[in-house]
């Protein structure tokens, strides 16, 4: 706990001081707020005993809740606290050199507030609020805060294969419709994973960033850089998710190749009942890859190589088709993290 002074003002003259303190704020005095900010609509509890200060926003709270969940708190409560200048009698003020949303996200999960009650429920936190858990959490050594963004990522990402395709299932179809894993928290991610070093998260994130077709990327890239980020934002880790992407791609695009090609050139199964028949098969379907250009879309091929022979080649040759494809799939996923890598 931090070392207060003792207190001289007898208990009605702090009262007072309090009263006329609160008169000036409520009058909205321009200097005022100037000189030592303003509360913050909601993290401004009165039984409070720490004032935090973030640029021009203050927040009285629970100094406890603060030293329970952070080591770097409890020494800067017991060093760095200030009896001048919180403006508000008894309490001590601290000091933040930290953006006052940071701060705010920070305190609204300590506090259970608002939307941080929602997420618990299922739903996944803004890219804000992921930042802001992330740099808080590393700054002030609050597991508990970096543990909440780290897990909400690998919700949505999460690093093994069966998991990852279950929710690109979930994700992928809804009323009929298609739609993948949106690109633009993808790319938001994938800054995240960059600007804190989540290395099982990043060629995930990658991952579904390189699924995109080039133009859709484009726009992804525009929103991030005027809606998102800004420009000094989005120049820190552009370059760099950027010259990955176009590595990865590439190194993605030939294995699927591979696949395709290693499909359709397989034997058969040797349980199976009608070789002739399905060498037939496989043999016209890669004409047909031919005659429609699959290879100008790896993923698309991929896909529709996966359907046809299930559709058309026997049941023993289907299973032994699905088998020798999950197998491959997994073995290229484990190497994941080396097809982004410079």
Not at 12 to 22: A, G, I, P, T, V
Not at 98 to 117: A, H, Q, R
Not at 291 to 311: C, L, P, Q, V
């Amino acid at each position: 706990m931090y070392h207060r002074r003792p207190q001289s003002p007898s208990d009605l003259k702090k009262q007072r001081l309090q009263e006329e303190y609160d008169e000036v704020e409520e009058e909205g005095a321009l200097g005022h707020f100037m000189v030592f900010g303003q509360r913050h609509e909601h993290l401004w509890f009165g039984d409070g005993t720490i004032v935090l200060r973030a640029d021009d926003t203050r927040y009285r709270v629970h100094a406890d809740i603060l030293e329970t969940c952070s080591s770097e708190f409890k020494r800067m409560l017991e060093t760095e606290t200030k009896d001048e200048g919180s403006l508000v009698v008894g309490v001590p003020l601290l000091v933040l050199d930290d953006e006052p949303i940071y701060v705010e996200c920070m305190l609204n999960f300590f506090y259970k507030i608002s939307e941080v009650e929602e997420y618990e429920t299922g739903a996944s936190p803004s890219y804000l609020y992921l930042k802001a858990w992330l740099h808080m959490g590393q700054k002030y050594a609050i597991k508990t805060l970096w543990m909440a963004a780290v897990d909400h990522i690998v919700r949505v990402y999460p690093p093994g294969l069966s998991d990852f395709e279950m929710r690109y299932e979930y994700t992928c179809t809804e009323e009929g419709e298609e739609y993948g894993l949106d690109a633009l928290d993808a790319y938001l991610v994938a800054d995240l994973a960059l600007s804190y070093d989540l290395h099982s998260v990043l060629p995930i994130a990658l991952f579904c960033i390189c699924d995109e077709p080039p133009d859709e990327l484009f726009k992804v890239r525009t929103i991030v850089k005027d809606s998102v980020l800004g420009q000094e934002m989005y120049d820190k880790t552009e370059a760099e998710i950027m010259k990955r992407c176009y590595i990865g791609r590439g190194r993605l695009r030939a294995l699927q190749h591979m696949e395709l090609m290693t499909t359709l050139y397989a034997p058969v199964s040797d349980a199976c009942t009608q070789k002739e028949k399905c060498k037939e098969i496989t043999k016209s379907l890669y004409e047909e890859t031919q005659e429609k250009n699959w290879f100008s879309d790896a993923d698309r091929g991929h896909m529709w190589m996966r359907n046809s022979i299930s559709a058309s080649v026997c049941p023993n040759c289907r299973d032994f088709y699905e088998q020798q494809d999950k197998e491959s799939r997994a073995k290229h996923w484990s190497k994941l993290g080396t097809m982004f890598t410079p």
